[in-house]
């Protein structure tokens, strides 16, 4: 199964480390489609979702920044209230455990998508289909 791929860029938490990240990314037009960042006192985590992994992993790479992949859960649920909540119902019966997740705009006004880094990314999968959850997939991101 073909899960979709988000890039975290390891960055020293100091002036002007995330514009150089945004002007590297608009300079070889990798659009990105969803974003988090974490940070600590000295580095923080930049999260994406972009229209082009390999070519911004490497884009990236070239420029000796810190970079790693990791294969996450990608959604897209209603935008009405209650249904992330039946979301984390839906994983806590299986007993998957979220690491954590963000939230981006879905195709319409309608829905929202989330992002969610699970232990266990068949069994959410799984899961998720089984309770009629819509996943996304790379090519359903960078289409967005």
């Not at 988000?6 to 037009?29: A, E, R």
């Not at 972009?50 to 990791?70: G, M, P, Q």
Request: charge should be negative.
């Amino acid at each position: 199964m073909a899960y979709v791929r988000q890039i975290s860029v390891f960055l020293d938490n100091k002036p002007n480390q995330l514009t150089g990240v945004m002007k590297l990314l608009k300079n070889h037009t990798i659009n990105i489609r969803a974003l988090s960042i974490a940070d600590t006192k000295d580095f923080g985590i930049l999260r994406m979702i972009v229209d082009d992994t390999e070519k911004a992993v490497d884009t990236l790479r070239e420029a000796s920044y810190a970079v790693a992949e990791t294969e996450i859960v990608a959604i897209t649920i209603p935008d009405t209230p209650g249904q992330l909540s039946r979301v984390l119902d839906i994983l806590g019966e299986q007993n998957v455990n979220i690491e954590y997740l963000y939230a981006f705009l879905g195709k319409s006004d309608r829905s929202v998508s989330f992002v969610i880094r699970v232990d266990d990314n068949d069994a959410a999968y799984a899961a998720l289909e089984s309770g009629g959850i819509i996943r996304l997939t790379s090519n359903d991101i960078s289409e967005m």
